[in-house]
């Protein structure tokens, strides 16, 4: 859905802002209910699904902008959320963005909700090797494999959604994969991609000559002498695609390495595609975290913020599980169709 405002002068028409949303089902992860005496351990294990709204993409024209035009595209969006009988909406935005948190927290009743970070890899001109723990390897799951494995094992992670078969068998998606050793099926660390040229395209504007100077030649020597494996930085001074990994998890003492081993496989597929980076976006708590390979000054640091929408808002049903009073959860699932 997407909602616009227009300026009409005489017979032409102009648009100056808008804004998208969209609605499905999510995981509000394992609901916590209070007293917990009164409730049974199963209880507590099974996820909870609410309808969820998601809004993106608001822009309003620099010249229109403190007219208050991004807050009635907001309002006017949550309207239609409501008829879609959404119970929360969320947005999400760069945490140094003061003017949207302003604007979401202060005039939208937004609450600050969860800080993920985007963490971004460059690709280099040659190819990494795996380096997996002795006795290891990757596979790609099937489509129909991979539903079965997130549903068992991911459905109570935060913004899980209902509708994973569809994710996975987005045209644009490069495969689910596992990395697990052979001798033992307790640990396994698995990871989806998406991605290539059509897919996500960005481009880095307003480098200095001397910059754009000093990856051309880390590239030419990279490429010149690949056994070496010397990083080296991508030409993302024009456009580029990105490859980019979500719902990523994993068990056991070797996960860290595993997953390693998984993102050099997504490496060399981007590679293969000419993607100038590997991104991922993944929780404060992700217990993976530090294993996920990045350069820290491409690090992006997000700001999620929800709202509980009408009639919900003023609901005493539920306050014993009301999403916005809930801690972190150690993971957060990604949608790659909202990134």
Known sequence: MIQVAEVVSGPDRAIVGLVRGCVKSVSRGSPIRLPAKHHTAAEHRTPLFSTVAYLLGLRVSPP???????????????????????????????IDN????????????YSKFRTPSILVHPV????????????????????????????????SVEFFPGDIDAVLRNPSSLGTFVAVPR????????????GGGGSF????????????????????????????????????????????????????????ALLRALFRHAHNLARSLRCGVVAAEVAACEPLRAAV???????????????????????????????????????????????
């Open 201 to 256: 395209r960005l481009e880095v504007r307003g480098a200095p000559r001397w910059l754009r100077g000093l990856a051309r030649a880390t590239r030419a020597v990279d490429a010149a002498l690949p056994w070496l494996g010397l990083p080296s930085i991508p030409d993302v001074f024009r456009p580029f695609g990105v490859c980019f990994v979500y719902g990523l998890g994993g068990a056991g003492p070797d996960a860290p």
């Open 293 to 339: 390979p990045r350069w820290d000054r491409l690090t992006v640091n997000d700001l999620w913020c929800v709202k509980r929408l009408p009639p919900n808002a003023d609901a005493d049903a539920d306050a014993d599980v009301d999403w916005i009073k809930a801690p972190p959860g150690p993971s957060i699932f990604v949608d790659p169709r909202e990134v």
């Open 64 to 94: 229109y902008r403190r007219r208050g035009i991004g807050q009635q595209l907001v309002q006017r969006m949550e309207e239609w959320f409501v008829k879609m009988g959404a119970e929360y909406a969320y947005m999400a935005t760069d």
């Open 124 to 155: 280099y001109a040659h190819r990494l090797r795996l380096k997996l723990p002795r006795h290891a390897a990757v596979h790609r799951l099937s489509p129909a494999d991979a539903d079965l494995l997130y549903r068992r094992r991911f459905s």
């Open 183 to 194: 001798t033992s099926s307790a640990e396994e660390v698995v990871g989806a991609i998406l």
């Open 98 to 109: 003061a003017e949207s948190i302003r604007l979401f927290t202060g005039r939208c009743g």
